[in-house]
């Protein structure tokens, strides 16, 4: 299978060859990995029994999915991935703002899926072949699983499709298997001796809702345009590939995650979940967990990591998508050793997805906003320009940038960050809202209101739809 060479620029209808249901698979297979069932442990780690978890978990989800499942339909009529497609709304420099967006989401996942993964399996070798629970045996094990995933990235979508696919099918297998497996000790009961993290049900309740169910759908408001612009809308409908983003979202989101919460409770992980969930795994179970460790997280993080080498090309146009994946790989490899050595798990998994769900949402916001405004009709063209490191085109508006649209998402991820509770860091408005975390509806309706005042007119009138395209290399890094 050749390496694919395909960056951030348009692909050709001939190419657009996917279907929703491959939507569905990569979406279902790649999410049913332990990066991504440790976030049904979170509420069991915030002092929530079963029942609480589930409901956190499913609004989240539900809430999350109707905000970002829109955003597969801009993709779908650019033929590019969305933070370049986002330069319609916010300039083709004013694009940046979701390339960064984008870059850090998929750092921080990838990170915490070979973290996960990695732990776990490092102690299922060490009950399998008597493997040494040492830093050294951690080390190699990040490493491989690493260099897996930079490979699976670097050939590209159609060997992710792939893999997914298979994903899909032994991932769901393995996964009704091991709850057999947990089942007899499984009890609904927050584990002994555990306290609500923020003091009350309700807050906290709120806080898993955010951080564990939201934070899910919000970690691809950058990443589904990657797989939708494979899609060629002349032959698929965009209400078919709604439906199924949304399938694919909330199953292949609250499937794992799900049995992450059943697991938590079955082996008391209050504190920490790789740890438990391996010693308390039955031992004709532990081959199918180590597989799930191992092979569900090359396919999770090998999409993440593959989505950070598209945004970090289309930060740098000079260089290839295949340069910028090997340069994304080794960095999200050094935080996955941080993960390991350096932080506490909860605490810094919490901190990360609320501070970075609280500046996500207000740019998602925008840009649903603004493909609703122009009726999903794009320039595919005019968007490429900071690509071709040229200047002009209709999506030039101020130097490249569309000030009022970046004014309010500035805005918004202000309030955001000022509404967020987390272990590290509170935010100055939570006094105000009961110690509640309201940093996501806040930030989204703060977003809206202001880019609904400063933008009255359609985003691409505003622009300067008759500028013409001139060729500045210099203006462009």
């Known amino acids: 299978m050749p390496i694919e060479q395909r960056g951030v620029d348009t692909i050709p209808d001939e190419e657009r060859t996917s279907s929703p ?10 999410n049913l990995a332990l990066g991504v069932v440790i976030f049904g442990w979170l509420p069991v780690s915030f ?14 989800t539900l809430v999350g999915t109707l905000l970002t499942a829109p955003l597969a339909l801009v993709s779908l009529r650019t033929g590019t991935n969305l933070s370049t497609s986002s330069g319609a709304h916010f300039g083709v ?17 990838t990170a915490l899926t070979l973290w996960v993964g990695g732990d776990a399996v490092v102690g299922t070798l060490a009950r399998l072949t008597g493997l040494p629970d040492s830093g050294a045996s951690y080390a190699a094990v990040y490493a491989l699983l690493a260099v897996c995933t930079a490979a699976g990235a670097v050939y590209g979508y159609k060997l992710l499709l792939r893999l997914s696919r298979v994903l899909a099918l032994g991932m769901t297998a393995i996964l009704a298997v091991g709850l057999i497996a947990y089942a ?6 927050a584990p002994h001796g555990s306290t609500y993290l923020l003091g009350g049900f309700w807050p906290t309740w ?3 809702a955010v951080s564990a169910g939201l934070s899910g759908p919000i970690a691809f408001i950058t990443l589904l345009g990657d797989y939708t612009r494979y899609i060629s809308p002349r032959r698929h409908r965009s209400r078919t590939v709604f439906l199924a983003t949304c399938l694919g979202l909330v199953a292949g989101l609250l499937v794992p995650q799900l049995f992450g ?8 992980a209050a504190d920490d979940y790789a740890g438990p969930l391996v010693a308390g795994a039955p031992f004709w179970f532990l081959v199918p967990l180590l597989l799930a460790a191992s092979a569900g997280s090359v396919g999770n993080a090998g999409l993440m990591l593959y989505s950070m080498g598209l945004d970090l090309d289309a930060i740098l146009p000079r260089a290839t998508r295949t340069q910028a994946t090997y340069v994304v790989a080794g960095i999200s490899t050094f935080f996955v050793y941080l993960g390991h050595f350096a932080w506490d798990a909860q605490d810094a998994m919490t901190s990360f997805v609320l501070l970075l769900t609280a500046v996500g949402t207000p740019w998602a916001v925008i840009t649903v906003f603004g493909f609703t405004r122009c009726r999903g009709v794009y320039d595919a ?3 490429q320009v900071y690509n071709r490191r040229s200047r002009g085109g209709r999506y030039w508006y101020t130097a490249g940038w569309n000030v009022p649209a970046t004014v309010a998402w500035a805005l918004g991820s202000v309030v955001g960050l000022a509404a967020v509770d987390t272990p590290l860091y509170t935010g100055p408005l939570v006094p105000y809202t009961g110690g509640i975390d309201l940093s996501f509806l806040l930030s989204a309706l703060v977003t809206a209101a202001v880019y609904g005042a400063v933008t009255r007119r359609p985003a691409t009138a505003a622009a300067t739809a008759g500028a013409p395209v001139t060729e500045a290399p210099a203006e462009v890094p």
Request: hydrophobic content about 50%; overall charge positive; aromatic content about 8%.
């Open 21 to 30: 249901r491959d939507l569905v698979s990569i979406l279902l297979g790649s």
């Open 381 to 383: 063209e005019a968007l």
């Open 47 to 60: 002092g929530l029994g079963f029942w609480p978890s589930v409901t956190s978990l499913t609004a989240g």
């Open 206 to 208: 709120l806080l898993a």
């Open 261 to 268: 919460t059943f697991t938590a409770l079955a082996v008391g």
């Open 93 to 109: 420099r004013g694009r940046l703002v979701g390339s960064v967006i984008g870059l850090l989401l998929s750092l921080g996942y």
């Open 184 to 189: 007899p000790h499984f009890t609904t009961a």
